[in-house]
């Protein structure tokens, strides 16, 4: 390639990265992901079709520092991961999944939003609504092939979020997940790293439903898909042989990684939680705010198995905070009875008969059979409409 063309590409990057900063102003995510999705498309074109290598992406760093200063971001490993975001979400496998998802997802996003958008692409093309209106900005076109528009459900989370989710996962599903997963749960970078580490697909996807009382999918059907039947606290560092005590102090000390194994919209109210019944005072071992559920949490701790008869004593607890604790524009409590272990065909017995919205959860890692992990996918994903409308009501 002789140096007046290479110039020329070079201008043309550095044209996309100046026509998505002037409209930064109306949509600064979207526009953000929309540089990075082209450039990604452009550059992949170019590797695969002109033969540019490392030297050529190093003049590119070296072009876009001294014809724009100010620009930040675009070194060449930034330059690389928009390549292999570009290239992992226009696959054949995540392209097909979009396909059989991507509307139902973004539909059940966008009633939050004020204004459902078009994006235009800087090839010509349209792309999917998205978040915000932005206006069409013409540039100079690249000479490659038209790019594959970028995906609608890239607007729900952040490009450093996106390369977070690629860099740590191996199939479309998982990646798909994510995303919807970042969004719900409002996960910065460092949030959704940890949740990637703690297997946070695992351990959502792979609720069983078995777990939760009848009361409670009644009251609030999206429930497995908001409060997992897992918790992961390998941060506690716990013996084989602990004690409920050090357990909940465990917790207590470490309530931001406890929450963010749980679920975000969990505010903590107290520890050792007093209520009187009658004359005598009881302590319920955790109380949390749920926001989505809008209603009180119990949370009661147990260092060993379950047994059938701690649902008595949760279902008190319930009583006593519904009765003398809850206001009365919130629902009914909610308790969860946090245990070592747990024998599901035990639970669903137990869970069978109680008029209690209860469930059993486990704070063990637990390895979830992957057919298990793809029949619950769809009920995530279709939980979307029932968890918005939760946090309107």
């Given at each position: 390639m002789g140096k007046i063309a290479e110039t020329k590409s070079f201008g043309e990057v550095l044209a996309i990265i100046r026509a998505h900063r002037a409209g930064a102003i109306a949509s600064v995510n979207v526009e953000h992901l929309l540089s990075r999705w082209e450039i990604g498309g452009y550059l992949s074109a170019k590797i695969k079709n002109?033969?540019?290598?490392?030297?050529?992406?190093?003049?590119?760093?070296?072009?876009?520092?001294?014809?724009?200063?100010?620009?930040?971001?675009?070194?060449?490993?930034?330059l690389y991961n928009m390549v292999a975001v570009y290239e992992a979400f226009t696959s054949p496998d995540f392209m097909e999944l979009l396909g059989r998802y991507g509307s139902q997802i973004v539909q059940s996003v966008t009633g939050q939003l004020p204004v459902a958008i078009e994006i235009q692409s800087t090839t010509g093309q349209v792309a999917q609504p998205a978040v915000v209106q932005m206006a069409a900005v013409e540039i100079v076109q690249p000479s490659?092939?038209?790019?594959?528009?970028?995906?609608?459900?890239?607007?729900?989370?952040?490009?450093?979020?996106?390369?977070?989710?690629?860099?740590?996962?191996?199939?479309?599903?998982e990646r798909l997940f994510y995303i919807v997963y970042a969004y719900r749960e409002r996960l910065n970078m460092r949030e959704l790293r940890r949740r990637l580490v703690d297997d946070?697909?695992?351990?959502v996807?792979?609720?069983?439903?078995?777990?939760?009382?009848?009361?409670?999918?009644?009251v609030h059907p999206a429930v497995p898909a908001i409060i997992p039947d897992a918790a992961l606290v390998d941060f506690l560092h716990l013996p084989p042989k602990h004690s409920e005590k050090r357990l909940r102090k465990g917790i207590v000390a470490n309530m931001k990684d406890f929450i963010l194994s749980i679920g975000?919209?969990?505010?903590?109210?107290?520890?050792?939680?007093?209520?009187?019944?009658?004359?005598?005072?009881?302590?319920i071992d955790l109380v949390f705010y749920h926001r989505a559920l809008q209603c009180l949490v119990a949370f009661e701790l147990k260092a060993r198995a379950f047994r059938p008869a701690d649902m008595g004593q949760l279902e008190f607890y319930l009583e006593a905070l519904d009765r003398d604790v809850k206001r009365a524009n919130e629902n009914p409590?909610?308790?969860?009875?946090?245990?070592?272990?747990?024998?599901?065909?035990?639970?669903?017995?137990?869970?069978?008969?109680?008029?209690?919205?209860?469930?059993?959860?486990?704070y063990k890692r637990v390895m979830i059979p992957r057919e298990v992990l793809q029949e619950t996918f769809d009920h995530y994903l279709a939980s979307g409409n029932q968890i918005e409308k939760e946090f309107q009501s």
């Open positions: 002109d033969g540019w290598g490392q030297a050529t992406i190093d003049r590119l760093v070296d072009y876009i520092h001294a014809n724009a200063p100010k620009e930040r971001g675009y070194g060449r490993s930034n490659t092939a038209q790019l594959v528009p970028m995906p609608r459900v890239f607007a729900l989370t952040t490009f450093t979020n996106i390369v977070e989710i690629l860099n740590r996962t191996r199939t479309a599903q946070a697909y695992s351990t996807l792979g609720s069983d439903r078995r777990n939760y009382s009848k009361a409670l999918r009644a975000k919209d969990f505010l903590f109210v107290g520890e050792e939680f007093p209520v009187k019944v009658g004359g005598s005072e009881f302590n409590s909610v308790g969860v009875l946090l245990c070592k272990s747990a024998d599901h065909s035990t639970v669903e017995y137990a869970l069978s008969r109680t008029m209690s919205p209860a469930m059993v959860a486990e």
